[in-house]
């Protein structure tokens, strides 16, 4: 059974950098047709897709937050991670990481970090 | 980007009883390796979302058969045959045809 979980800050003061990273155990990131996917959920709101990363290291991010975000593979580690510049308050999210097993659905999920943006 | 909206936004519904959602997409779901890439999550009150339903009707390991999917083109539906305490929580369909891949704006499922 794959599991994913989630690590980093709670909170970020505007203008910084979000940096989280999942780990990936009973499944290796650098095996299968996996897109590792980074997903967000602000405060009872709906879903929204980040963007992922494929096991080659090829990426693919949701155009609203392409300027901004970098998502990485690190297969020595069995981890994959996400870079999200300038933050602001609308970024205040429960951010999760997930498994896209072929491009159309999300399989397994992480169980979420709240991320808070505030001074 | 592709446009989910779900129907009702909020399902009050008596334990026992059926209970029905739509979503209806801005754009036929079906991609052009002939699948249609519609699913359904289920996420109960502070857990991560959990996948019942992919690909409009395939059910998840260990989702009961009193859950169900069905739909072609952009109208879908989740039918939930006699709803347990078990179901209480926010269900979304997502499609991940186009890219980006999107989500409804949810449904609230709770017991009357």
């Known amino acids: 059974q794959v599991q994913l979980q989630e690590a980093g800050p709670g909170l970020v003061k505007p203008s910084e950098t979000l940096s989280l990273i999942c780990t990936v155990s009973?499944?290796?990131?650098?095996?299968?047709?996996?897109?590792w996917t980074w997903i967000r959920q602000p405060p009872g709101k709906g879903l929204e897709w980040i963007g992922y990363v494929y096991r080659t290291g090829s990426t693919n991010y949701n155009s609203s937050l392409e300027s901004r975000v970098t998502i990485s593979l690190d297969t020595s580690k069995n981890q994959f991670s996400l870079n999200l510049r300038s933050m602001t308050a609308a970024d205040t999210a429960v951010y999760y990481c997930?498994?896209?097993?072929?491009?159309?659905?999300?399989?397994?999920w992480g169980q979420g970090v709240l991320v808070t943006v505030s001074s | 980007d592709v446009v989910l909206t779900q129907s009702p936004l909020s399902l009050p519904v008596t334990l026992g009883q059926a209970a029905s959602i739509s979503c209806r997409c801005s754009q036929s779901l079906v991609n052009s390796d002939g699948n249609t890439y519609l699913n359904w999550f289920q996420q109960r009150p502070g857990h991560s979302p959990r996948r019942l339903i992919s690909?409009?009707?395939n059910r998840d390991s260990g989702v009961p058969d009193r859950i169900s999917g069905s739909g072609s083109g952009t109208d879908f539906t989740l039918k939930i045959s006699r709803v347990e305490a078990e179901d209480v929580g926010v269900y979304y369909c997502?499609?991940?045809?186009?890219?980006?891949?999107?989500f409804g704006q949810g449904t609230k499922l709770e017991i009357k």
């Open positions: 997502m499609q991940g045809t186009h890219w980006p891949p999107t």
């Open positions: 997930a498994r896209d097993p072929d491009g159309g659905t999300f399989d397994f």
């Open positions: 009973g499944g290796s990131v650098s095996s299968g047709p996996y897109y």
């Open positions: 690909q409009v009707s």
